[in-house]
């Protein structure tokens, strides 16, 4: 790593990141008992209560706040998908084959009937197949003339899952699955060998429940106002497990919380000069629509400097930055960090908490470094990178303590 001439004794303290603890720390939000920690279950509020306990260990006083949250999509067992054609049966796989479409109305219960194009005059009691790219036309046709459901397409990932999210567009009257865009077209292509009836469920839901941000304080030598007031934060939140199915959220965002745990645990040991006046919050329901932040957000000082970090599991060729609010500044001391730690950054789009921190007047950046297996069950603890982890560490510190010492290059 370069070396911090201009910060005197950063340089040592930059090198103090520990791969190992944040290796620990992504197993232990990514471990069974946490259930992928979506909002508003014990896993999620257990994850809480872990983190807020690390902070407290570092010296933090720590709050637990809660909020409401509304329309969370739930599934409460696993969806049906099969059809038959000519005699030949085929069921598919939830999430590997077909997914939950976040528009869709509930059905608990296998639901079958005739298959129907979109275009047929008639669509009454029958499961009606859009067209590839247009399930909204598709679902207006349906409502209107009483059909079972409409099946539209949806892609997967390069390994062959099917995202899961728990936010979307409001829902629509009929139940909506969506199928790979394979087993679409060969769906399309079925009636071809005679008649085709497809069964179906889509146990899902919307709840409201309660968010829980953990947030944290640390004591500064100088006292409240004596230095730059920076806010470290990540999303602790998950997308949940699918009912029999472990999603574990290695990568989103358990990797961001540990680069996020580890920095706070550096910078708080260090010399008070490159600590700055340090706050971190752990958000909750970012995955439900940036919830945590949206609470958050407005009850900061206007002076607060916000580093978001959403992803830190495989750097690839550069992290991502996105700026927003009055962040040259901040932007400015990020590169200057880069250069000094070696982190390639490149501009990019981060749809996540540091939007809502921009959106609220804060000079705010988010940060993101690659999550493999994003928000599917193959994003698991063994694909966060150790040396992603250091690289986003480093950048934190580093970035804190040029804030601190306010360091021009």
């Given at each position: 790593?370069?070396?911090?001439?201009?910060?005197?004794?950063?340089?040592?303290?930059?090198?103090?990141?520990?791969?190992?603890?944040?290796?620990a720390?992504?197993?232990?939000?990514?471990?069974?008992?946490?259930?992928?920690?979506?909002?508003?279950?014990p896993?999620?509020?257990?994850?809480?209560?872990?983190l807020?306990?690390?902070?407290?260990?570092?010296?933090?006083e720590?709050?637990l706040?809660?909020?409401?949250?509304?329309d969370?999509r739930?599934?409460?067992?696993?969806?049906?998908?099969?059809?038959?054609?000519?005699?030949?049966?085929l069921?598919?796989?939830?999430?590997?084959?077909?997914?939950?479409?976040?528009a869709?109305?509930?059905l608990?219960?296998?639901?079958?009937?005739?298959?129907?194009?979109?275009?047929?005059?008639?669509?009454?009691?029958?499961?009606?197949?859009?067209?590839?790219?247009?399930?909204t036309?598709?679902?207006?046709?349906?409502?209107?003339?009483g059909?079972?459901?409409?099946?539209?397409?949806?892609?997967?990932?390069?390994?062959?899952?099917?995202?899961?999210?728990?936010?979307?567009?409001a829902?629509?009257?009929?139940?909506?699955?969506?199928?790979?865009?394979?087993?679409?077209?060969?769906l399309?292509?079925?009636?071809?060998?005679?008649?085709?009836?497809?069964t179906?469920?889509?146990?899902?839901?919307?709840?409201?429940?309660?968010?829980?941000?953990?947030?944290?304080?640390?004591?500064?030598?100088?006292?409240?106002?004596?230095?730059?007031?920076v806010?470290?934060?990540?999303?602790?939140?998950?997308?949940?497990?699918?009912?029999?199915?472990?999603?574990?959220?290695?990568?989103?965002?358990?990797?961001?919380?540990?680069?996020?745990?580890?920095?706070?645990?550096?910078?708080t040991?260090?010399?008070?000069?490159?600590?700055a006046?340090?706050?971190?919050?752990?958000?909750?329901?970012?995955?439900a629509?940036?919830?945590?932040?949206?609470?958050?957000?407005?009850?900061?000082?206007s002076?607060t400097?916000?580093?978001?970090?959403?992803?830190?599991?495989?750097?690839?060729?550069?992290?991502?930055?996105?700026?927003?609010?009055?962040?040259?500044?901040?932007?400015?001391?990020?590169?200057?960090?880069?250069r000094?730690?070696?982190?390639p950054?490149?501009?990019?789009a981060?749809?996540s908490?540091?939007?809502?921190?921009?959106?609220?007047?804060?000079?705010?950046?988010?940060?993101?470094?690659?999550?493999p297996?994003y928000?599917?069950?193959?994003?698991?603890?063994?694909?966060?990178?150790?040396?992603?982890?250091?690289?986003?560490?480093?950048?934190?510190?580093a970035?804190v303590?040029?804030?601190a010492?306010?360091?021009?290059?």
């Amino acid at each position: 790593m370069p070396d911090l001439p201009q910060a005197p004794g950063l340089a040592a303290v930059v090198e103090r990141v520990s791969a190992a603890r944040m290796q620990a720390t992504v197993h232990e939000l990514a471990r069974d008992h946490h259930a992928g920690r979506r909002v508003g279950t014990p896993g999620g509020r257990a994850a809480a209560a872990w983190l807020a306990e690390r902070l407290r260990e570092l010296g933090a006083e720590v709050e637990l706040d809660s909020f409401p949250v509304t329309d969370v999509r739930e599934l409460y067992a696993t969806p049906v998908l099969e059809w038959n054609a000519g005699g030949q049966a085929l069921r598919l796989e939830h999430r590997r084959d077909f997914v939950e479409h976040l528009a869709s109305a509930e059905l608990p219960d296998p639901r079958t009937a005739p298959l129907a194009a979109a275009s047929e005059a008639d669509l009454r009691g029958r499961w009606v197949l859009a067209e590839a790219g247009d399930w909204t036309q598709a679902c207006e046709r349906a409502e209107a003339h009483g059909a079972a459901g409409v099946l539209t397409a949806r892609g997967a990932d390069a390994e062959g899952w099917m995202p899961k999210m728990i936010a979307g567009p409001a829902t629509r009257a009929v139940p909506i699955i969506a199928l790979r865009p394979d087993l679409h077209a060969r769906l399309a292509d079925a009636p071809a060998a005679g008649p085709v009836r497809v069964t179906a469920s889509m146990p899902l839901r919307q709840i409201s429940t309660d968010g829980r941000n953990v947030h944290a304080r640390f004591p500064h030598a100088g006292g409240a106002g004596s230095g730059p007031r920076v806010l470290l934060a990540a999303h602790y939140d998950g997308v949940g497990d699918d009912p029999g199915l472990r999603l574990p959220a290695a990568a989103d965002n358990a990797s961001g919380v540990a680069a996020v745990l580890e920095a706070a645990r550096v910078l708080t040991a260090a010399d008070p000069t490159v600590r700055a006046e340090l706050s971190v919050v752990f958000l909750d329901a970012e995955e439900a629509g940036a919830w945590g932040s949206a609470h958050h957000a407005p009850a900061l000082p206007s002076d607060t400097l916000v580093i978001n970090l959403d992803g830190a599991a495989h750097l690839y060729q550069a992290a991502s930055v996105e700026a927003g609010g009055p962040a040259h500044a901040l932007l400015a001391t990020l590169d200057q960090a880069a250069r000094l730690t070696g982190v390639p950054l490149r501009a990019g789009a981060m749809a996540s908490d540091n939007r809502r921190y921009a959106a609220a007047g804060l000079a705010a950046i988010g940060i993101g470094m690659g999550m493999p297996g994003y928000q599917t069950p193959a994003e698991t603890p063994d694909r966060v990178e150790p040396g992603t982890l250091v690289a986003a560490a480093r950048l934190l510190v580093a970035t804190v303590g040029l804030l601190a010492a306010r360091i021009s290059i």
